[in-house]
């Protein structure tokens, strides 16, 4: 016997989510046996909220949380890990991209006693031009990050409750889910999926919100980009002293100035260049500095729904 959780992080999923509870239904009742879905509303300002508050009073099995902004999927999935209440934590999407009956399999390669089991889609239904830079980011991040990022590896997941306490008990501020379920280790298994388009709606990821994403992941998880710019610190000063000697050895030799001058200048600019890259390097570690120093909580809740019952006992 375990409960399962699923947690649903939904941003403007109105329209999406009754579909959502008819796959849920349809997949775990009778099948796993006992389960609760976490829906967090991350601050949606279309009728996501009310139609979360009918499926609560619908469903017995589904509650919801609900931010008082939009805080963002990482705040949205760390609320639902913390109001999730089973032995195991499903996280999957509202759009139905990430397909219940693939969290079924998930729950079974589960049962066969690892902490994780993760699924990774095969990216069929993506344009080349997201899908190539995906994968060279995917190499990028291979060589860099100390904890091992995947391809096609996304937050649907499910954890056992052990997993899941490890994951809570990390306090960083700037969250990189992705990262953070590596790194907490655990016995891994992947269960691969084709790409499902979404049922309605649009992606919110704009291109720089994917920048953002791409650049919390390298920087997240490792000080390479630090240590880097120290060694190309001293690659550059070993040929300034090596390009000052030649020139002036042909200044002295030419007896002119002129090309000890050009050098100079195109020297200037490609170290001005470098100090600005590594300028930039050490302002995202001292931005992640800054936001982890204030502390700040997550994200607010302004309602959840429906109440616990007085003695704190779970209406199932
Ligand atoms: N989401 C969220 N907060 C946000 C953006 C997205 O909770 O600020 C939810 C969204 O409702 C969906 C999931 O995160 O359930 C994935 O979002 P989306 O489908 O836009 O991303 P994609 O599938 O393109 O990676
Ligand atoms: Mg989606």
Redesign the pocket.
Known sequence: MYLLSVV??????EGGLRKLHDALVAALAGRVPEYEVVL?D?GSTDRTLPEARELAALNPRFRYVSLSR????ES??LCGLRHARGDRVAIM???L?HPPDVLRRMLRVLDSGCDQVVARRDRSGERWGRRAPARWYYRLAARMCAVPLRDGV?DFRVLSRRAVDAVLALPEYTRFSKGLFSWIGFDTAYVSFRDVR?ARG????SFRSLVDYGVSGLVAFNDRPLRSSLCLGVVTSLLAAGGCAAALAHAAAEGSWSAVHAALTAGVIVVGGLQLLFLGVLGEYLGRIYAETRRRPHYLVKEVGPEPAPDGCHRL
């Open positions: 649903v992080p939904c941003f403007n999923e967090v991350d939009n805080f963002g999927k949205a999935m999407d509202a759009d991209q996304g979404r649009a992606s919110r990821w």
